[in-house]
């Protein structure tokens, strides 16, 4: 059984053992729930953090959104419905007819149409992390009000799990011809919840929108998200309830703790996860723009012995390339151990990186390590990169900063060495993989590194309907971005969530992205 299916399968057990669903949801309450980090912007679609989602999801309708029970099925938000025509290449929405923005103006198809252009062809000082993932669009056209069809240049097998992504939060379209980088500084919504207040540093509130298109929900009254910089603290709040629950993840010792501490008043969930830290070198900068000092560095990552240690104290786990270990298109482990970084003879390898370092001309190497500072699983990843490049006379600063520093930083490649994400929404190849097309055309790549090569694999495996045949040029692919080193997986998290039992209503799910409008959640009191 694969893992995904067994992950499947625990949520099928799951749903049967909870009963949430057959119960009757209470309104009233607010949430009071944690983010472990806060958003550097509001704006979704130029965001690739999940500090910016459990913040402004509540707030914000997509146009199509993943059905949890049944994942990776999708199913509609603001469409209705929608056909595909035979040959797959014009997907055409009907929209709901009742659906307003926060401040009563209704949502039409000329809104969408505006945000999928924003985010395909985004204006002059626009960030748009969504630009790669829509080029295969050629036209989009309005006939009604409630009517929008997307015409693609080519075939796209996954493009209806992209019209199903959490990043493509629909702004009004008056509000982006205004300025079309409003959404960064401002929240005017279609979602369950209207906005309340940001106060930096502290939290994020929100009320029920009254006139709110699916009709009866929001169940609760308002929620509040509470910003924690420190795993203790947050922990603290989750056992004595001042919280009642953090989506993202704790640690298997921090889970026990609960466990220990909370008895049958905690609900624990686990599930692998659409997520991994990345080691990433600045190749805009020497040495890092020698491949033979990324390839040493890389080569000293005892990724298989530290995953071990990491499961005890992280969310980190799973050694895999770069596809999620165990999807359907993931490489297979005996073909990963092939590749630099991933060998398990680590007295061989290295010696090996101690040549190419003396080779290159940098033996006695020293750097700062650019990170973030979140401690799951940030912080024990900067110590463990810290002590494996020591292991081979490698000197290195561990620096953390908060989330819009350390972002910033990474986009204006202020850093040698950094440790990214790859935070994904579900187990699909072209967005793995976009991470890796080059930096030119894809700002989440935060390495500089050009390979119009790569870059022709990626968009050539998009584009085969053929599993068997996509699979061959993503091992080409994978091959070239993972001899290049210029970035590579530390190793993939596995996701455990606590909520207090009388949280309901809220579904896990591999992505810890998805499912944060919080629509159908409630409180059992």
């Given at each position: 059984?694969?893992l995904?299916r067994?992950t499947?399968?625990?949520?099928?057990?799951?749903?049967?053992?909870?009963g949430?669903?057959?119960q009757?949801?209470?309104r009233?309450?607010?949430?009071?729930?944690?983010?472990t980090?806060?958003?550097?912007h509001y704006?979704?679609?130029?965001?690739?953090t999940?500090?910016?989602?459990?913040?402004?999801?509540?707030?914000?309708?997509?146009?199509?959104?993943?059905?949890?029970?049944?994942y990776?099925?999708?199913k509609?938000?603001?469409?209705e419905s929608?056909?595909?025509?035979?040959?797959?290449?014009?997907?055409?929405?009907?929209?709901?007819?009742n659906?307003?923005?926060?401040?009563?103006?209704?949502?039409?198809?000329?809104?969408?149409?505006a945000?999928?252009d924003?985010m395909?062809?985004?204006p002059a000082?626009?960030?748009s992390?969504?630009q790669?993932?829509?080029?295969?669009?050629?036209t989009?056209?309005?006939?009604?009000p409630y009517?929008v069809v997307?015409?693609?240049?080519d075939?796209?097998?996954?493009?209806?799990?992209?019209?199903?992504?959490?990043?493509?939060c629909?702004?009004?379209a008056?509000?982006l011809?205004a300025?079309?980088?409003?959404?960064?500084?401002?929240?005017l919504?279609?979602?369950?919840?209207?906005f309340?207040?940001?106060v930096?540093?502290?939290?994020?509130?929100g009320?029920?929108n009254e006139?709110y298109?699916?009709?009866g929900q929001?169940?609760?009254?308002?929620?509040?998200g509470?910003?924690f910089?420190?795993?203790?603290?947050?922990?603290?709040?989750?056992q004595?309830?001042?919280?009642?629950a953090?989506?993202?993840t704790?640690?298997?010792a921090?889970?026990?703790?609960?466990?220990?501490a909370?008895?049958?008043k905690i609900?624990?969930?686990?599930s692998?996860w659409?997520?991994?830290?990345?080691?990433?070198?600045?190749t805009?900068?020497?040495p890092?723009?020698?491949?033979?000092?990324?390839r040493?560095l890389?080569?000293?990552?005892?990724?298989?012995g530290g995953?071990q240690?990491?499961?005890?104290t992280?969310a980190?786990?799973?050694?895999?390339?770069l596809?999620r270990?165990?999807?359907?298109?993931?490489?297979?482990?005996?073909e990963?151990?092939?590749?630099?970084g991933?060998?398990h003879d680590m007295v061989?390898?290295r010696?090996?990186a101690?040549r190419l370092?003396?080779e290159a001309?940098?033996?006695n190497?020293s750097?700062?390590?650019?990170?973030r500072s979140?401690?799951?699983?940030?912080t024990?990843a900067?110590?463990?990169?810290?002590?494996?490049?020591?292991?081979?006379g490698?000197n290195?600063?561990?620096?953390q900063?908060e989330?819009?520093p350390?972002?910033?930083?990474?986009s204006?490649g202020?850093?040698?060495v950094?440790i990214?994400f790859s935070?994904?929404?579900?187990?699909?190849?072209s967005?793995?993989l976009?991470?890796y097309v080059s930096?030119?055309?894809?700002?989440?790549?935060?390495?500089?590194?050009e390979?119009?090569e790569i870059?022709?694999?990626?968009?050539?495996?998009?584009?085969?309907g053929?599993p068997?045949?996509?699979?061959k040029?993503?091992r080409?692919?994978?091959k070239?971005?993972l001899?290049?080193s210029?970035q590579?997986?530390?190793?993939?998290?596995h996701r455990?969530?606590?909520?207090?039992?009388?949280?309901m209503?809220?579904?896990?799910?591999?992505?810890?992205n998805?499912g944060?409008d919080?629509?159908r959640?409630?409180?059992?009191?």
């Amino acid at each position: 059984m694969t893992l995904l299916r067994m992950t499947l399968a625990f949520f099928a057990a799951l749903a049967l053992t909870t009963g949430a669903q057959a119960q009757t949801p209470k309104r009233g309450s607010t949430l009071n729930f944690a983010i472990t980090a806060e958003t550097p912007h509001y704006d979704c679609q130029g965001s690739d953090t999940f500090a910016t989602l459990h913040f402004a999801s509540p707030f914000y309708s997509t146009l199509l959104t993943f059905d949890l029970p049944k994942y990776p099925a999708v199913k509609g938000d603001l469409a209705e419905s929608w056909t595909i025509s035979p040959d797959q290449k014009t997907y055409t929405f009907k929209l709901f007819k009742n659906v307003k923005f926060h401040d009563g103006k209704p949502m039409t198809s000329t809104d969408v149409k505006a945000n999928y252009d924003r985010m395909r062809n985004p204006p002059a000082g626009v960030v748009s992390t969504r630009q790669a993932t829509f080029q295969d669009i050629d036209t989009i056209e309005t006939p009604d009000p409630y009517t929008v069809v997307f015409k693609l240049k080519d075939i796209n097998p996954s493009m209806i799990e992209h019209f199903a992504s959490p990043w493509n939060c629909i702004y009004p379209a008056e509000k982006l011809a205004a300025d079309p980088n409003w959404p960064k500084n401002n929240i005017l919504g279609s979602g369950p919840f209207k906005f309340v207040e940001h106060v930096k540093g502290s939290h994020v509130s929100g009320v029920r929108n009254e006139n709110y298109f699916r009709q009866g929900q929001p169940y609760l009254d308002g929620f509040k998200g509470t910003f924690f910089s420190q795993s203790a603290a947050m922990l603290n709040s989750l056992q004595g309830g001042q919280v009642l629950a953090e989506f993202r993840t704790i640690s298997s010792a921090d889970r026990d703790r609960l466990v220990q501490a909370m008895g049958d008043k905690i609900r624990i969930e686990e599930s692998s996860w659409t997520l991994n830290l990345q080691v990433v070198f600045n190749t805009r900068k020497k040495p890092f723009d020698d491949v033979r000092v990324r390839r040493a560095l890389n080569m000293a990552i005892d990724r298989w012995g530290g995953s071990q240690g990491l499961a005890r104290t992280s969310a980190l786990r799973h050694v895999g390339g770069l596809i999620r270990p165990g999807s359907p298109y993931a490489i297979d482990p005996k073909e990963l151990e092939k590749f630099p970084g991933f060998q398990h003879d680590m007295v061989k390898a290295r010696a090996e990186a101690k040549r190419l370092l003396a080779e290159a001309g940098v033996p006695n190497l020293s750097f700062q390590l650019f990170n973030r500072s979140i401690a799951q699983p940030y912080t024990p990843a900067g110590v463990f990169l810290v002590d494996q490049w020591r292991q081979i006379g490698v000197n290195v600063e561990h620096r953390q900063l908060e989330t819009s520093p350390y972002l910033a930083g990474m986009s204006s490649g202020q850093f040698d060495v950094a440790i990214d994400f790859s935070n994904l929404f579900m187990d699909e190849p072209s967005l793995g993989l976009a991470k890796y097309v080059s930096s030119s055309k894809a700002p989440e790549n935060r390495s500089g590194f050009e390979s119009p090569e790569i870059d022709a694999l990626i968009e050539k495996q998009s584009h085969i309907g053929d599993p068997k045949e996509r699979i061959k040029v993503i091992r080409e692919a994978e091959k070239l971005i993972l001899e290049s080193s210029h970035q590579v997986p530390i190793l993939w998290w596995h996701r455990i969530v606590a909520t207090h039992k009388i949280l309901m209503g809220w579904e896990m799910s591999p992505s810890h992205n998805l499912g944060q409008d919080l629509a159908r959640v409630w409180i059992d009191q």
